[in-house]
């Protein structure tokens, strides 16, 4: 029922370098050589102890619809520097990758594979772009989502901020990570369409500023939508004037028999203050059972803080802090490559920096979530090369990828594999859960976290270790360069 | 040739509160009345002094092409909130507005209306989302843009933040509105075949790491493309390795007769000392006509300072913080009513705050910029009724109207009306520039601006001043609140 669909043409969403790279690489006759590319991120956006990985079904409907059109080659012929051959590749361009990744909604850590792409290096080179573009944004938004959902300690979160996210999709594929990351509901009336994501809404001011006055618009209001009876009621003065209006329009009895009011928003002043102060007022008439909502420039910090100093807030409305993740609005995911293939070997690759936290963990990899079967919580998440496998029935070692010394062996533990296959050979092999299930999925994963983890300041951090085997094979490359 | 066009249904990109108010509207007798909304801004991101506008075709656009689907039509019926009558209204839908805007690329500043829209208030009201939206994401992207601009001194900027961006259109119109805002050119592809803007690129690391070594991957990188090598030098060491390569291959003659190595790309590390060392090891070898480019996590702070400690960069690449406008990614435009018609007679309305900061000013408006005839520098904006009339012959008189007390007279001037009319009656009166065009209207705007208020950090505020007309009618309509 609820299909989301994107038949716009967006082959050419990429990187020119792509392009300039992939004629290269045809011409110089390494084209269809195997590489394998890692999309992974290197930190958790505002200091969080992990992000929530998000964005995958657009990925792979990005991947099923690849294709280049006359007219994309025509513009491209135009640019005048790629080779004719190289622009009949493009014409019968047909991706044939393997991809895996991590299931959307899934607790991540940094340097983790969320993504492996295998396949002949001008394809696999080729969707960098779209990968990275895809997958940070629906990330950083469900990451960011997450922290107010877990701020409101219960209390539903609506995502308001489609006026002031950084495009079309970034309102709509924004609505979508929100509400994987915990938001209850969105502004967004195509997310529903499209997503099946509750959509709600009441009244601006303009509503108020129609009438001839605050109670007249309060009451047209009531009788408009006896069942959503819910008013804003800072228009003018919340105290003064909304709520004693409010309350007035609430006792003249409107609303046909057994419906009752749904209660006030506040869109602007001192939240808690105000909230307190209402929540006296309607309580004192007689409407303990109506509800306040908040709004105005709310993040993780003033839910916090507002719900700590005893504000009477029984839902919050987070616009342009959410859907722009305004404290740190970047997910610096890359894409990076970690292994060719020469004579069906696989040859793992490493890059190199002067700043040590760049350097990439080589080879084709698996990354195992380890659960304490007695706890049910996760110990620590083993990235090792694709082909090792964990015995469960053995005590496991870990150990410090940087301080080799500490070390820690667990028992009566279980091994889930994060990374799964999702296009086999060009083909989707994914059936997508729907928005509801992922959100639920991800609700399930998060309860494995220790809340020394959740924390959103100074969090634990989470133990991520390479298998021996890739440790050492990590070794081996970095002392290469280093003789 | 270069025609953006946008073929979703984006009509349901709405807030639902548009909607339940639309449907209020109709059902209280009130949905044709005539409304006047603003778009304006209250302050600009990172302190600056002015905003560029931008998003205006877009905008345009969707309006041109709104209409309700029968899908969108039984999706709203299953919500079983809204009338059959309205919902036979949006199956008639016919946007018949008016609408003014500031032509795309000109400097703004908080408060002016941006954008007017008169029309019956359902419809008015309706459209609030996608021109937030559409303005908000673009302003803030060509704002952000010029600051990077101005700080890299007439040294080219390029866009890279294609995979940092959030969302597709983030990307797309992003790259569109980094480009009116100043940019060289980007590496997102697309926006060349739809805007016509150049895209620009060479190679990732993964080039160098598909090869043996960085110097076979250098040499092959001439042999491909003689007139564009431009090595990327840091995958390894950039002065042990990358530089010395890159001089290597340059000397070796791969390039045909004629043709000159453009230079090297730096991605990592310190830009500053390492452009410096580069420089002169690329100067020693007789290579002095190669250019420096840098990329890696810039802004305009950053590029402010290397230049002032004498990097040597000749051009700069930026991604994340120009596409995500990283130090503040909202641009906080709303849309306010101001004004309702009653039997024909315009009746200026407010809103009123507890914040001052977020008084409206009433009324249906436009806005003069006044120039300087002798220096063609602009002196000030004026905010009017829209029907009053400036006699540029005559001294005027402004104040400011906070502290009125602080006046200034001004002659031999002239007056510019921002703001122009885009739609008439829901059809499009507006031929759109093309985004070069925008581009260089928006860097001669910028000449009529003191270098004052050009100025990154506590630039001088720009004067926006009322006429006395309409500042005594929003004194009026505040004392009607006070009492």
């Not at 809340?451 to 634990?460: A, C, Q, S, T, Y």
């Amino acid at each position: 029922m609820f299909n989301w669909k994107d038949d716009r043409n967006l082959t050419l969403l990429v990187d020119f370098y792509e392009l300039t790279m992939a004629n290269g690489y045809l011409k110089n006759g390494i084209g269809d050589k195997i590489a394998y590319f890692d999309m992974f991120f290197r930190n958790v956006p505002d200091g969080g102890g992990f992000s929530i990985v998000a964005g995958l079904e657009q990925l792979i409907e990005y991947i099923k619809g690849l294709k280049f059109t006359d007219e994309d080659i025509d513009f491209l012929r135009n640019k005048k520097i790629f080779d004719e051959e190289f622009l009949m590749y493009l014409k019968n361009f047909k991706f044939t990758c393997d991809v895996w990744a991590i299931p959307e909604g899934t607790p991540v850590f940094p340097y983790e594979p969320l993504l492996v792409v295998r396949g002949p290096i001008i394809q696999a080179q080729f969707i960098e772009t779209m990968v990275l573009l895809t997958i940070n944004h629906q990330s950083l938004i469900a990451t960011k989502a997450n922290r107010i959902v877990r701020a409101a300690q219960g209390k539903p979160v609506f995502e308001f901020g489609s006026r002031r996210a950084q495009g079309y999709d970034g309102a709509i594929l924004g609505a979508r990570a929100a509400y994987i990351g915990g938001c209850a509901a969105t502004a967004n009336t195509i997310a529903e369409k499209m997503f099946g994501i509750p959509a709600v809404g009441t009244m601006a001011h303009s509503w108020i500023q129609m009438f001839d006055n605050e109670l007249e618009a309060f009451r047209a209001w009531a009788r408009t939508y006896p069942d959503n009876c819910l008013l804003l009621v800072d228009t003018y003065n919340v105290l003064k004037s909304g709520v004693p209006n409010a309350i007035k329009v609430f006792k003249e009895e409107l609303l046909p028999k057994g419906y009752r009011p749904k209660g006030i928003r506040i869109d602007s002043g001192d939240i808690k203050y105000l909230s307190q102060k209402a929540r006296e007022m309607l309580d004192e008439a007689g409407f303990t059972d109506c509800n306040i909502v908040a709004s105005n420039s709310l993040d993780e910090f003033i839910i916090r803080d507002v719900l700590q100093q005893g504000a009477k807030i029984d839902s919050f409305g987070v616009g342009e802090r959410l859907i722009t993740a305004k404290s740190e609005p970047v997910f610096g995911g890359v894409y990076k490559l970690v292994a060719i293939e020469e004579e069906n070997k696989i040859i793992p690759k490493i890059k190199i920096s002067e700043n040590p936290e760049k350097i990439t963990n080589p080879g084709f990899k698996q990354i195992y979530r380890l659960y304490d079967n007695k706890t049910n919580k996760a110990i620590a998440d083993l990235i090792t090369f694709a082909n090792e496998e964990i015995d469960e029935s053995k005590p496991l070692k870990l150990f410090d990828p940087i301080f080799t010394w500490k070390t820690k062996t667990i028992e009566n533990f279980r091994a889930r594999k994060l990374l799964i296959k999702v296009i086999e050979n060009g083909s989707a092999t994914y059936n997508y859960p729907s928005v509801g299930e992922i959100k639920s999925y991800c609700q399930e994963e998060l309860k494995t976290l220790w809340d020394e983890v959740l924390r959103f300041e100074n969090p634990h951090k989470y133990y991520v270790d390479l298998s021996l085997k890739l440790w050492k094979t990590k070794q081996k490359l970095l002392k290469q360069f280093a003789d």
